[in-house]
């Protein structure tokens, strides 16, 4: 079978159309109505741990991985409580050496940065049974590091995340998409269990566990055209 992973990063007002960053933030009434939509349908939204029994299972199942990039307040301000109140689990990657700051790496595209889930509301992201993934350390571009450094990013994310969290962190997304086949060993090397790329499709059985497929959710989609996003893609 395969499953979308759909990929969000800010829940919040959607910027004018100037804004570089538009096209990742999706309204909040916008995505309350798309997780109220898919769960009339029929549809389980699922956290990317969760998420994994489905992918090696055939046959097909109404399921989708619903995963947050950068680990913005609104999300947690906005996107949690209508995850909760229908019952959906989800992952949201952290910057793990920014918690409680904002995305710095925008600076260059936007003049008001937004502020990023401090250690607190982590702790109650993952109470409330949502998953605590790592977006490296410092939102870089792992491929253009040494790979000392890239596996400084990549295992310093997860050892720091463990140490706030307690448990062991199996979720891992590379920023900005970018990642190569020594990138790919030495995520799998620090002990994740699956990795997210940006890569436009759905996810099967077949797709390395540590380079999948994600559908982007534009800020416009309602939730007749994202089931359609989910079906056709």
Known sequence: ????????????????????LRGLCVDPDTFASQMAGLRRFGYQG??????????????????FGITFDDGFQNVFDHA???????????????????LGGTN????????????????????????????????TLNHVSLPDLTLDDAA??????KHQLESICGTNIEAFC????????????????????NATTTRRARADRDDDPFLLPRLAVAPDVGPLRLLFKCLAS
């Open 174 to 193: 590379y920023p900005y998409g970018n990642v190569t086949r020594h990138v790919r060993d030495i995520v799998e090397r620090a002990g994740y269990r």
């Open 152 to 157: 400084a990013e990549i295992v310093g994310a």
């Open 104 to 135: 710095h790496w925008d600076a260059h595209l936007v003049a008001s940065p937004a502020p990023l889930m401090d250690r607190d509301r982590l702790l109650t992201w993952m109470r409330r049974g949502h998953e605590v993934g790592a977006h």
């Open 1 to 20: 079978m395969s499953v979308p992973i759909l990929m969000y990063h800010q829940i919040c007002a959607v910027p004018p159309r100037d804004n570089p």
């Open 46 to 63: 699922l956290s990317m741990g969760e998420l994994q029994s489905y992918l090696r299972a055939p046959g097909r199942a109404k399921v």
């Open 80 to 98: 949690m409580p209508v995850l909760d109140s229908v019952g959906f689990t989800a992952t949201c990657y952290f910057v793990a050496d920014h």
